[in-house]
């Protein structure tokens, strides 16, 4: 599985951001997708995950009610980033796992692609 993050830039405080990861390799349904993040200096964090049918989706604390994991029923997965915070500046990455079941863990997914950078400053 290939994975392409794109979407990213800098925006400010309160602003929207929709990442966008296109997949390709294999059908898109058969496999979970999961968001992650890494800040400067800081280890790589769990941001969202969503399940092979789409039906279930998961949430890292400091993303809930702000950020939404989606995909549509063709190669691709979707992060929007709403009512952005400087602390959300990060690179994030796409993931894929070779079920359909989500998980938050990074060593539950087999496949990584490029990150995007999202800076969030005034």
């Known amino acids: 599985v290939q994975l392409q993050a794109s979407g990213g830039g800098l925006a400010q405080p309160g602003d929207s951001l929709t990442l966008s990861c296109v997949t390709s390799g294999r059908p898109f349904s058969g496999f979970a997708v999961g968001w992650f993040r890494q800040a400067p200096g800081k280890e790589r964090e769990f941001v969202a995950t969503?399940?092979?049918?789409?039906?279930?989706t998961r949430y890292g604390d400091s993303v809930k009610g702000r950020f939404t994991v989606t995909r549509d029923n063709t190669n691709t997965a979707y992060l929007r980033l709403n009512n952005l915070k400087p602390e959300d500046t990060a690179v994030y990455y796409c993931?894929?796992?070779?079920?359909?079941?989500?998980?938050?863990?990074?060593?539950?997914?087999?496949?990584w692609g490029q990150g995007t950078q999202v800076t969030v400053s005034s």
């Open positions: 969503i399940s092979g049918s789409g039906s279930t």
């Open positions: 993931a894929a796992r070779s079920f359909r079941a989500t998980s938050e863990a990074e060593n539950g997914y087999d496949y």
